[in-house]
């Protein structure tokens, strides 16, 4: 009897489309079905790979002549804080984390909105309504969770979206309170979402892509030690040596299962 892990998976391609991330560049994503009875299995695999999901779909970028979209991981247990996330750390103490499941609600849709009012009003998502913010959250096929971080007022201060994994935690998006720049709620929430992965006993958690170049995405090399993954293989980040953001060819390096 053939397992699900077995089954063939197909891989579709995405209509190119203007970068988010690097101007003058073109976009084009691999595109793969998650919302199949293994969705667990092959959604951790995949995201080993440097895929990343976006409601019933993993994605990679397979853009012509550019890598610059780098897989990076953070190895929890050794994640070495520097002065400024400390303090980050110092100034949420009184935040109290809640771990729940994936159900959107007003309160965060209105945190939500104002935080891309703030932030990123010019940006993919910026246009979302209450209904797509709901999709976000809800429209999962795999073991996705919802992190919040509520004043001991119980205000929402900020939540991240988050995808549990074989090997570690996914950070899917994180949004905050954009009147609060003292608070580093940005830089808080991924070390919070570290200290979950530790507590989960898993050994990492996922950022995403950094994109050298790319201001938006400079935040998560603050975080050390990274891992980036390169030639299907993942490897310490050094920032002193600068990698390789030419593609020799179209598809993912390396296998992915």
């Known amino acids: ?122 940006g993919e998502m910026a246009g979302m309504s209450m209904h797509d913010y709901r999709i976000m959250v809800e429209e999962t096929p795999v073991d996705t969770r919802l992190v919040e971080f509520r004043a001991p007022d119980t205000t929402l201060m900020a939540a991240s979206l988050i995808d549990v994994l074989e090997d570690g935690l996914s950070a899917v998006y994180s949004f905050y309170e954009p009147d609060c720049p003292q608070r580093s709620l940005g830089s808080f929430a991924i070390l919070s979402l570290a200290e979950l992965a530790m507590q989960m006993e898993l050994p990492y958690l996922y950022l995403g892509y950094w994109v050298p170049g790319s201001p938006k995405m400079a935040y998560k090399e603050r975080f050390q030690p990274a891992e980036i993954l390169r030639h299907g293989t993942w490897q310490k980040l050094d920032l002193n040596q600068p990698p390789q953001t030419e593609r020799a060819h179209p598809f993912p390096e390396g296998p992915l299962f």
């Open 1 to 122: 009897m053939t397992s699900s892990q077995d089954r063939p998976h197909f891989f579709y391609t995405a209509p190119p489309g203007a970068c988010p991330y690097l101007p003058n560049r073109i976009e084009r994503k691999i595109l793969v079905d998650l919302a199949t009875p293994d969705a667990n299995f092959l959604h951790s695999r995949l995201s080993h790979a440097g895929f990343r999901r976006s409601h019933t779909l993993a994605y990679a970028p397979i853009c012509d002549g550019c890598s610059a979209c780098i897989p990076i991981r953070l190895p929890v247990c050794r994640l070495t804080p520097n002065r400024t996330q400390k303090r980050a750390v110092r100034r949420n103490a009184d935040l109290v984390r809640s771990l729940l499941p994936p159900t959107a609600t007003d309160e965060q849709y209105t945190l939500f909105r104002r935080y891309l009012d703030s932030r990123h009003s010019d």
